[in-house]
């Protein structure tokens, strides 16, 4: 009995290792482009691994037209770096790249950094993505092809050096970029002072900038493109505040964040048609200018904006206001709704949120108001 209970154990090992080898077999046996878009899914790490089934995924990485580069995902920098150099290295030089997300906590060295965006570039990457802390090297500057690029759609740069900013140049040449999202950036000026790096993007729909600069003794970014509906402002990490100027005309949608010291000017934004407003201000030592750049943009918007959401931080900065500051909000004349996003810590009472509302909507009686918990 106890034979055949061995005996039986032992063929149904056999049977479960024969269908683990067929099926083995049967994903090898897809074609090429199959096993590509499968390995898509996968990090590169993992996807080099493959490497190791047999003789039929040797080289089929080398085609991958995704790299997805984490330092996450090992143990060391060091480790990192040498992977990042290899696959380069061995990659089908003949094949187009289509996405490259590069992401290192830590510091890169910036001749790696120069490399990767290279090679993308080199390589007709459309979507690039680009998140790092740089190990600060006197003198250097990223390579400008990546801001020359032709085949770029999609660009996020967001690279942290202390005390360095990356530095672009006076105007970005790329065609066929339809999203751009840049962080601790700064922007060069033209000789009247003015920054307009935007003009020359012509697909550009989408554009993010937080904690950016201008360079040197420039005082106006110029955000000219007709062809910009989605907008983000973020913070500066610039003590001297500069000032906006929209030439977006079918700007659909703005976001304002963080601790705003900009003053805005705009005109013509006409397709204007939401406004999200979250800022903050540090009380004791830059209110007066947060007070007065959100005063700025809420005149350059009032006269556009149809639906507008106010954070409950934003209400906290107006409820500071005496009767004769708050006076000084504009007339949104064809506002339509007004949603106020309150968190439960926000520790501001419906009173003081009547009051705020009240001069918001003193020209505007037809507009819905919304609460929203968050």
């Not at 420039?218 to 062809?227: E, G, V, Y």
């Not at 934004?269 to 939401?274: G, M, P, Q």
């Not at 903050?280 to 005149?299: G, K, P």
Request: charged share 20%; with cysteine.
């Amino acid at each position: 009995m106890a034979e055949e209970k061995e005996r039986l154990e032992e063929v149904k090992k056999m049977q479960s290792e024969s269908v683990r080898k067929l099926e083995r077999d049967r994903l090898s046996d897809l074609p090429d482009f199959v096993l590509l878009h499968i390995m898509k899914f996968m990090n590169t790490k993992q996807a080099v691994q493959t490497c190791v089934l047999s003789k039929r995924w040797k080289d089929l990485w080398q085609r991958l037209t995704n790299l997805a580069l984490n330092s996450y995902d090992f143990t060391s920098l060091t480790h990192f770096s040498k992977f990042v150099s290899s696959v380069l290295s061995h990659r089908n030089g003949s094949v187009s790249l289509h996405d490259l997300d590069l992401r290192q906590k830590g510091c890169i060295e910036p001749g790696l950094l120069d490399r990767v965006m290279t090679y993308a570039v080199s390589h007709n990457v459309e979507n690039l993505t680009i998140e790092v802390n740089l190990n600060f090297e006197r003198g250097f500057k990223l390579h400008p092809c990546v801001f020359f690029c032709r085949t770029l759609t999609y660009l996020k740069l967001s690279i942290w050096a202390i005390p360095w900013m990356t530095e672009l140049p006076t105007s970005l040449q790329l065609p066929a970029l339809k999203s751009l999202h840049l962080e601790h950036v700064t922007f060069a000026a033209n000789d009247n002072g003015f920054a307009a790096p935007f003009s020359n993007c012509h697909m550009l729909n989408t554009l993010v900038l937080d904690r950016c600069n201008l360079h040197r003794d420039a005082k106006f970014l110029t955000i000219s493109n007709s062809m910009i509906s989605c907008l983000t402002i973020g913070s500066t990490i610039q003590e001297v505040a500069y000032k906006i100027v929209l030439s977006t005309p079918n700007l659909n949608s703005l976001t304002v964040t963080r601790d705003l010291i900009h003053h805005v000017s705009a005109c013509d934004l006409c397709f204007l048609e939401r406004v999200y407003i979250d800022v903050d201000a540090y009380f004791h030592t830059n209110f007066e200018r947060t007070y007065s750049a959100l005063i700025s943009w809420l005149q350059a918007l009032a006269n556009y904006v149809q639906i507008m959401t106010l954070s409950s931080s934003t209400l906290k900065i107006l409820n500071v206001l005496s009767t004769s500051m708050i006076s000084q909000l504009p007339c949104f004349v064809r506002l339509e709704s007004l949603k106020l996003k309150m968190k439960s810590s926000s520790n501001i009472s419906d009173e003081k949120v009547s009051r705020i509302v009240e001069f918001l909507l003193q020209k505007s009686p037809l507009a819905k108001v919304e609460m929203i918990d968050c």
